[in-house]
Nanobody, 124 residues
């Protein structure tokens, strides 16, 4: 099991950038797949980006491809989401999630550990 704490959210104008961070504690982190999900007001939580335990396999939802980049540092037990060219439709609470299965997956039910979320608001 890992404990996850997100940071880096905030208010930004459209076209701007933010970098979200997720700090993990627990010995299992290096074997976990990690992902970012988001939930906008009135909508279901959706997958944004995922990376397997090694950092080799990464996947992005179509709406963020070319704008967002997921990365991880296993030595520091951190995961980042670099978000560029932000759009108002990116406004949501962003959650960091970990999967003990290790492989990158878009299915929420494969993620066993979740952070508390960080708010990202993009103004037009």
């Amino acid at each position: 099991q890992v404990q996850l704490v997100e940071s880096g959210g905030g208010l930004v104008q459209a076209g701007g950038s933010l970098r979200l961070s997720c700090a993990a504690s627990g010995r299992s982190f290096t074997s976990y797949a990690m992902a970012w999900f988001r939930q906008a007001p009135g909508k279901e939580r959706e997958y944004v980006a995922t990376m397997d335990w090694s950092g080799v396999d990464t996947y992005y939802t179509d709406s963020v491809k070319g704008r967002f980049t997921i990365s991880r540092d296993n030595a520091k037990k951190t995961v980042h989401l670099q978000m560029n060219n932000l759009k108002p439709e990116d406004t949501a609470v962003y959650y960091c999630a970990g999967s003990r299965y290790g492989y990158a997956t878009t299915y929420q039910n494969r993620y066993t550990d979740w952070g508390q979320g960080t708010q990202v608001t993009v103004s037009s």
